[in-house]
Nanobody, 127 residues
Framework: QVQLVESGGGLLQAGGSLRLSCAAS????????MGWFREAPGKEREFCGA????????YYADSVKGRFTVSRDNAKNTVYLQMNVLKPEDTAVYYC????????????????????WGQGTQVTVSS
């Protein structure tokens, strides 16, 4: 069982930066691929990025590639989402998610692949 708690959301202007954190409980955090998703009003939850349990592999949606960075600190049971050059269209509730990763590839980009979810944190970007 893994419990996830996101933090770091807020309101900011376009062009700014924000770092989200996701604290995980559970002794096997280091064996999970961690993903970040977002859900805007009236839209489906979409993939943003993922990181393998070693941290050696990361994957990003085209919409955030080059602006968002996923990282993790297994010693702290925490995964991060650094968001730069934020745009109004980045406004959404951001969720972290976890999936056991026996292969170690970290390539989990589908929402349905993830087993555990946090409660989400709101990010609002004004123009």
């Amino acid at each position: 069982q893994v419990q996830l708690v996101e933090s770091g959301g807020g309101l900011l202007q376009a062009g700014g930066s924000l770092r989200l954190s996701c604290a995980a409980s559970g002794r096997t955090f280091s064996r999970y691929t961690m993903g970040w998703f977002r859900e805007a009003p009236g839209k489906e939850r979409e993939f943003c990025g993922a990181i393998s349990w070693t941290g050696g592999s990361t994957y990003y949606a085209d919409s955030v590639k080059g602006r968002f960075t996923v990282s993790r600190d297994n010693a702290k049971n925490t995964v991060y989402l650094q968001m730069n050059v934020l745009k109004p269209e980045d406004t959404a509730v951001y969720y972290c998610a976890a999936v056991p990763d026996y292969s170690g590839s970290g390539y989990y980009v589908e929402r349905r692949a993830y087993v555990y979810w946090g409660q989400g944190t709101q990010v609002t970007v004004s123009s």
